[in-house]
């Protein structure tokens, strides 16, 4: 399995910028909710503490040696401890992460705020799309924003999934927001677009999920990692 590619960065920033501000106008991220950021060959990218993804400005973003230590930018969010570990978890997996996107999408919060707390994913698989663009979903037990412990909680997902052989694109922090992660922020923001989606159609008309002979057959048709 080859490794994902890293991203330019001067392209990498303007499409951190594009994408907060496609999220933000969306209403996929609401006030200074939500961060963006990018793995490089020598370290990462993420938009600043308390920015408004809408309105992102590429020469502000921070930018991080690969430690983690800020070299310039702005003062980037505290959660880049998460997606690092993100970023790391993911890099032996078949999804391995080079965009990380993390929102408090409305409809994701509300299944989040009325889930199970004995079920382990958020979301059953209602649509072959979901099946197939965004898979299971691990909802991670109630941290305080930026809690070492929801990012070894996360970490720990990444890798029993991988084992099984589902590896993962998205994790929801209860009562906080999704993480999802892929190749570029183009296809991370894709991601999470179905999965909301999803979210949203959980919310407005709950039915009995596909079953076992119709997941099988996306597996075998179109390689679903379920």
Same mark, same amino acid.
């Given at each position: 399995m080859s490794a994902a590619p890293y991203l330019d960065e001067a392209q990498?920033?303007?499409?951190?910028?594009?994408? +907060?501000r496609s999220l933000f106008e969306r209403g996929y991220v609401h006030a200074t909710a939500g961060n963006i950021s990018v793995r490089l060959a020598d370290g990462f990218l993420i938009t600043p503490t308390d920015a408004c993804l809408g309105t992102l400005q590429p020469e502000r973003l921070a930018r991080l040696d690969a430690d983690g230590q800020q070299l310039?930018?702005?003062? +980037?969010? *505290?959660?880049?401890?998460?997606?690092?570990? #993100?970023y790391a978890?993911?890099?032996?997996?078949?999804? /391995?992460?080079?965009?990380?996107?993390?929102?408090?999408?409305?409809?994701?919060?509300?299944?989040?705020? *009325?889930?199970?707390?004995?079920? /382990?994913?958020?979301?059953? /698989?209602?649509?072959?799309?979901?099946?197939? *663009? &965004? +898979?299971?979903?691990?909802? #991670?037990?109630?941290?305080?924003?930026?809690?070492?412990?929801?990012?070894?909680a996360v970490a720990q997902a990444i890798a029993r999934y991988a084992q099984a052989g589902r590896p993962l694109r998205a994790v929801m922090l209860a009562r906080l927001g999704p993480n999802v992660w892929h190749d570029s922020p183009?296809?991370?923001?894709?991601?999470?677009?179905?999965?909301?989606?999803?979210?949203?159609?959980?919310?407005l008309a709950p039915v009995a999920p596909l079953n076992e002979e119709?997941?099988?057959?996306?597996?075998? &048709?179109?390689?679903?990692?379920w």
């Amino acid at each position: 399995m080859s490794a994902a590619p890293y991203l330019d960065e001067a392209q990498a920033r303007a499409e951190i910028c594009r994408v +907060g501000r496609s999220l933000f106008e969306r209403g996929y991220v609401h006030a200074t909710a939500g961060n963006i950021s990018v793995r490089l060959a020598d370290g990462f990218l993420i938009t600043p503490t308390d920015a408004c993804l809408g309105t992102l400005q590429p020469e502000r973003l921070a930018r991080l040696d690969a430690d983690g230590q800020q070299l310039d930018g702005d003062r +980037g969010s *505290k959660t880049i401890a998460l997606h690092r570990r #993100i970023y790391a978890a993911s890099e032996a997996t078949a999804t /391995p992460a080079r965009c990380v996107i993390h929102t408090h999408s409305t409809h994701l919060v509300a299944c989040s705020l *009325k889930a199970d707390p004995a079920e /382990p994913e958020l979301l059953p /698989p209602l649509t072959p799309y979901f099946v197939m *663009k &965004v +898979g299971h979903v691990p909802h #991670i037990p109630y941290h305080r924003p930026g809690a070492p412990e929801a990012a070894e909680a996360v970490a720990q997902a990444i890798a029993r999934y991988a084992q099984a052989g589902r590896p993962l694109r998205a994790v929801m922090l209860a009562r906080l927001g999704p993480n999802v992660w892929h190749d570029s922020p183009a296809h991370a923001m894709a991601v999470l677009e179905e999965l909301e989606e999803t979210a949203r159609l959980q919310t407005l008309a709950p039915v009995a999920p596909l079953n076992e002979e119709q997941i099988e057959e996306l597996r075998r &048709v179109f390689g679903a990692h379920w």
